[in-house]
């Protein structure tokens, strides 16, 4: 699975963003797919997860109540609507897929997207 992510870009604070994920492969849905982050000078780090259906999500709780993962099965498309934008959510965002049950762990996860950068401006 080939994975490319988009819709980074600069915002002010308590905007919104879409990212989306383009998958390639005809096995997208047998996959839960995840985003994670990293901001600069730290760690990589979760964010969200689907399950393969599109059934279960979760999320970090630095996130939870204004970001909102879903998928397309049918486009082989993820995607990430983030809402009420703090500065703290500047990151480069990457979208990645698991097989198996969907999971935080990022070692878990065997194909990673490039990364699309999000810049939260005050």
């Known amino acids: 699975v080939q994975l490319q992510a988009s819709g980074g870009g600069l915002v002010q604070a308590g905007g919104s963003l879409r990212l989306s994920c383009a998958a390639s492969?005809?096995?997208?849905?047998?996959?839960?797919m995840g985003w994670f982050r990293q901001a600069p000078g730290k760690e990589r780090e979760f964010v969200a997860v689907?399950?393969?259906?599109?059934?279960?999500?979760y999320y970090a709780d630095s996130v939870k109540g204004r970001f909102t993962t879903s998928r397309d099965n049918a486009k082989n498309t993820l995607y990430l609507q983030m809402n009420s934008l703090k500065r703290e959510d500047t990151a480069v965002y990457y979208c990645?897929?698991?097989?198996?049950?969907?999971?935080?762990?990022?070692?878990?996860?065997?194909?990673w997207g490039q990364g699309t950068e999000v810049t939260v401006s005050s």
């Open positions: 990645a897929a698991t097989r198996g049950l969907w999971t935080m762990k990022l070692s878990d996860y065997i194909y």
């Open positions: 689907i399950s393969w259906s599109g059934d279960s999500t």
């Open positions: 492969g005809r096995t997208f849905s047998s996959y839960a």
